[in-house]
């Protein structure tokens, strides 16, 4: 059974940083890329970052220069660190395995001072 766990959001005040976690299970993860997306209130679904099974990374225009998407195989872990949070990335943040259309529950983020 292919699941997500997230964890690491957070109330945190503009300028902060943050860094989640989705540990993986029930699949071949170090082969397996994998993305953040982000809901905000009110807002559609949108990507935020994607990390092949390689490590060959995306991200999003609106997030680019201060987050970053890693992983770390051997803990079946993708992880998203955000740096210079502003008001825009309040949302509720999902990670998700493309290849098997899973996602993990969202953990979320509330930028504010």
């Known amino acids: 059974q292919v699941q997500l766990v997230e964890s690491g959001g957070g109330l945190v005040q503009p300028g902060g940083f943050l860094r989640f976690s989705c540990v993986a299970s029930?699949?071949?993860?170090?082969?397996?890329?994998m993305k953040w997306y982000r809901q905000a209130p009110g807002k559609e679904r949108e990507f935020v970052a994607f990390i092949s099974g390689t490590g060959g990374t995306i991200t999003a225009d609106s997030v680019r220069g201060r987050f970053a998407i890693s992983r770390d195989n051997a803990k079946n872990t993708v992880y998203l660190q955000m740096n210079s949070l502003n008001s825009a990335d309040t949302a509720v943040y999902y990670c998700?395995?493309?290849?098997?259309?899973?996602w993990g529950q969202g953990t979320q983020v509330t930028v504010s001072s």
């Open positions: 998700q395995v493309p290849v098997y259309n899973a």
């Open positions: 029930g699949f071949a993860f170090s082969t397996a890329s």
